[in-house]
């Protein structure tokens, strides 16, 4: 496969983590242990993209309207996304890989807040890879939430321009996203960091998420080098 030049990588990477159903219902398997095969999916990507020098991994892992699935798959997902702090933390701590939630936090239950604010802090000073996990995330809900905060730090609202809101999003030391991979072979963005990837490039694979690997991100990251990114301005060998 044709080698990655560091100049042309993606500094941050989003992943839409779409297909454990499937990959299930494909097996005769209850949803949940898609899911479950899935965290493995998400392990193998981290590791990955730490190897092949991403410096940002957005994970997508449960969105504000996923609360609309049945009760058990939401209670079994977020017993998964329990037990994969719990078992993960100390490698990811081990590798340098700083953790932060990305996340509408209103109305989540203290345990999780109480979790993910442990973790935060366990992981604070690691340099290797930022991974932010996406959870009960909505890229609509980011932008309202930074509305009400930034009119609550003041800001008149009348003139409030770009530079404010951002100022004001779920994490300020997230990059825009310069890749976002959608896996399952759907084609949409499902609320997902909306105002970040007003430019991103996006790469889709039929590839189901619990079966995507190393060679599957680094096929994305082969796309993405080949792209070429105009931010809407008229490159210099195309101007008369
Ligand atoms: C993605 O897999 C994981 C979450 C949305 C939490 P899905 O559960 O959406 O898988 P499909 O789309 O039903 O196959
Ligand atoms: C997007 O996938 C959310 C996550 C991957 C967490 P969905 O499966 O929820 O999105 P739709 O319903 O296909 O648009
Ligand atoms: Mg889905």
């Known amino acids: 496969m044709a080698s990655l030049s560091p100049d042309r990588l993606p500094f941050h990477v989003g992943i839409i983590m779409d297909g454990n159903g499937r990959w299930a219902k494909r097996r005769g398997l209850p949803v949940v242990m898609g899911h ?11 590791e990955a993209a730490m190897r092949l020098g991403v410096r940002q991994l957005t994970v997508y892992s449960f969105s504000t309207e996923n609360w609309t699935r049945p009760e058990e798959e939401v209670r079994g997902l977020l017993g998964l996304i329990d037990e994969m702090i719990d078992r993960e933390l100390s490698r990811l701590h081990e590798n340098g890989v700083r953790v932060e939630f990305v996340a509408r936090r ?83 963005v499902s609320n997902f960091l909306l105002w970040q990837s007003a430019y991103s490039e996006f790469y889709f694979t039929d590839v189901l998420w619990p079966d995507f690997d190393e060679t599957d991100f680094r096929q994305a990251l082969v796309d993405y080098a080949g792209r070429s990114r105009r931010f809407g301005a008229r490159e210099a060998e195309d101007r008369a």
């Open 106 to 188: 209103a109305g989540l239950d203290p345990s999780i807040l109480e979790k993910f604010a442990r973790v935060e802090e366990v992981t604070s000073s690691n340099e290797e890879l930022d991974l932010f996990v996406a959870f009960n995330y909505g890229g609509r809900a980011e932008i309202v939430d930074a509305v009400r905060a930034a009119a609550a730090a003041g800001v008149d609202l009348a003139s409030v321009d770009e530079a404010a809101l951002a100022a004001h999003m779920y994490c300020l030391r997230m990059h825009d996203p310069d890749l976002v991979i959608r896996t399952s072979g759907e084609y949409r």
């Open 36 to 46: 479950r095969e899935g965290t493995k999916a998400l392990i193998r990507a981290v």
